[in-house]
C-alpha cells in the first residue's frame, strides 16, 4: 500500500478534485437524479481503471528494470537536476551502482533515483539498407 500511496499521490489528487468537480455539477438542482448517478459513477469508474492502469504498468516496468540491473545491464534513469543538460544517467552495477529497495544509490551522487523513474537501455538497432 506504502508503494501505491508513494507511485499514485499525485494521481490521487487529480482524480479526487475531478470527482469533486463532478459532485458539484451533479448536485445541481437542474441535473436529473438518472444523470447524477451516470456522472458519478462515471467518473469513478473511469479514475479507478486509469490509476490501477498506470500502477500495474508502473510496477511491471520497475520489475523488469530490477531484474536488469541485477543482471547486469544498464538502466537509464530520468534525472530532473538539471533541465539543460543531460536529461537522463546511467545507472549500472558496473558504475557502482546499488539497489536499495526501489532506489538506485551511488556513493558519487547525493540524491537516489527511484526505480519507477527508470527503463532499461536498449542498444539502439542501426539498420542499413543495402542499394
Known sequence: MNTFLQLEAGNLTIGIFFLAIAIIVATRPF???????????????????LIAGHYFVTTNRMASVKEAFAAGKKIECESRLNRKAAQSIIVSKALGWRLEGDLFTNPNYNRPFHAARCIVKVKPKLDIVKQ
Open 31 to 49: 441535473v436529473r437524479p438518472q444523470v447524477k448517478r451516470f456522472i458519478l459513477f462515471t467518473t469513478v469508474t473511469v479514475f479507478t481503471i
